[in-house]
Each structure stands twice: as C-alpha cells, then as structure tokens.
C-alpha cells in the first residue's frame, strides 16, 4: 500500500469552505495513497472560523473548533469515499463531559470505523489547557491491516505500544505537535522505539510552521516520517522515508505489511517474541 504521513502547516480561514478546499487539495495531492495520516492538533486551525479574539483565547479556541465536528467529519466522510483511502484526520477537542479530550478520527472509504482519544496528557495540556486523557486503546480492523493509534506524548510510553502490538496491531500512527525542536525528537525517538520492540510500521504525522494569532499552537517544529524496525526487512536505519524538517507537504512510501509478520518471526532480532522475556528480567533481585 502507500502510505502518505503530513506535515501540515496551520492556516487561517475566513470560513468552512476555505478548509473545505484546503482539505481536499491536500487529499488530493497524496496522489492515490490509500492511507493518509494528518497530526495532531491539526484541526485547531478551524479556530479562525470565530474570529481573532476566540482563535486566541486558549479555552475560546478549544470550543470553537469543537463546535466544527459535525462538518470535518462529514468532509472527510466524503473525501475517503471520492478517493477509496483511508484517512486520520488531524486531532481535535471533543467535550463529552466539562472538560475536553484530544482525539483524532479514522475514516475510510465506507465511513467513519472510529475514533482514538491522547490517553497521556503533556504539562501544557494539564496546566494550561486542562485537557483531559481518554479511557484506553484500541485496535482498527481495516481493508489495509490492523491499525493503531499513539497521539504524540502517547508514543512515548513503551507500555502503550506493546498493548497494540499484542492486540495485533501492525501499523502505529503517530499524529504530533510539537513547539521545540527537542519536543520533536522525543516523538520521533518514541516513534522509532515502538517501531523496533514492535517490529511494526510506524508513521509519524507532525504540524509544522509558526502560527501567531493562536498562542496554544504558536511554534510548530517537526518533519513527517514513516520508520520500521531495523531487523533485515526493513532499511538498516529503521528510516522508509523521511521529509525535510519544517517543511510542509506529504512523505509517501509504499509498503508490504506482510513484512511486519516476517519480521516477527524471522528478524535478525526478535523483540516482539522476545518481549516477556524482558518484564521477567526486570526484576531487582537479592
């Protein structure tokens, strides 16, 4: 299949239907890739749609692109249908109850098949924002493979990526935003790691660019990439393909999942199989 991951730039709309046509030129120029992934917090874009005064206000901003749901998910209900792929869609805010929850969306060419919440909140998502975790993990059966979703500071946790992987995940999306350098590299190093103890694909999705009417999402550092584990069926650098950092557009490549079994059963290393082998030795012992 081909796999297109974006870094994707925020912009500023004067109403729905300029994210209308941005949206569509973007799927547009994935030029037939069957899974899109777009990053996280991608949507907050949409804060425009109310005005300079809500897009910067940090609470104002979380409710105004909330409001938009209905109308991102019917528009990316119709460009997976036109297209015949499969898309994440960027991550927004949901209010199911006082407070928010990060989520981002997964649509194919019949419709929505689901939704994955952040489970981890970084600091500025428990301090400023108060953003709250969602209630756990899960898998997608797919026409492409078996998916699964880590959303940025998620895909630094070990424990989560094993959960997908033994629940038969084969693909790891990884949408990100990140406002430093350093914030990207721990995503990206995450990325990688789940990548190589999984030996799975993984793809990593970040926002990229400086966007000054929205305090929330002002600095945006990354490049989008799709990596594999370094065991002998993938490159020895764990790297499939890899964009320019801060530099807007698609990263494709096209992949054989049917690797990702080979690799857990006939890499050069086994880590996947050999996982419990690791949490038996983890123990401190007199």
């Known amino acids: 299949m081909k796999i297109a991951a974006a870094a994707y730039p925020l912009d500023w709309f004067d109403d729905f239907n300029q994210y209308e046509a941005k949206l569509a030129s973007w799927v547009e120029a994935a030029d037939g890739a069957e899974l ?3 990053p996280e ?3 907050m874009e949409l804060a425009s749609l109310g005005g300079r005064e809500a897009a910067g206000d940090p609470e104002a901003s979380l409710h105004e692109v909330a409001r938009h749901a209905d109308a991102v998910c019917a528009l990316h209900e119709k460009l997976a249908a036109r297209h015949g792929c499969h898309i994440l ?3 927004a805010p ?3 109850a006082d407070r928010p929850m990060n989520r981002a969306v997964l649509y194919g060419p019949a419709g929505r098949i689901g939704h994955q919440d952040k489970q981890i909140m970084t600091r500025f998502e428990r301090d400023d924002w108060d953003v709250t975790g969602g209630s756990g993990l899960r898998v997608f059966d797919t026409a492409l493979g078996r998916i699964g979703i880590l959303i940025c500071y998620d895909s ?3 424990l989560l990526g ?3 992987a033994e629940a038969g995940a084969e693909l790891i999306l990884v949408p990100s935003c990140t406002d430093t350098i350093a914030g990207f590299h721990r ?3 995450g990325a990688m790691a789940r990548a190589l103890e999984s030996q799975c694909v993984v793809v990593h999705s970040p926002v990229v660019g400086s966007c000054d009417w929205m ?6 550092r990354g490049r989008a990439a799709i990596y594999g584990p370094p065991d002998g069926f993938w490159p020895e650098t764990g790297i499939i393909a890899e964009g320019e950092m801060d530099l807007p557009g698609w990263v494709t490549a096209r992949i054989d999942l049917s690797r990702v079994s080979q690799s857990r059963s006939d890499g050069a290393v086994l880590p996947y199989a050999h996982w419990p082998e690791s949490t038996e030795s983890a123990l401190i012992r007199d």
């Open 162 to 164: 094993r959960v997908l």
């Open 36 to 38: 899109l992934v777009f």
């Open 215 to 220: 305090p929330a999402v002002d600095e945006n």
């Open 89 to 91: 869609a960027a991550s």
């Open 156 to 158: 630094e946790f070990p």
């Open 94 to 96: 949901v209010f199911e």
């Open 41 to 43: 917090y991608g949507a």
């Open 187 to 189: 995503v990206r190093i």
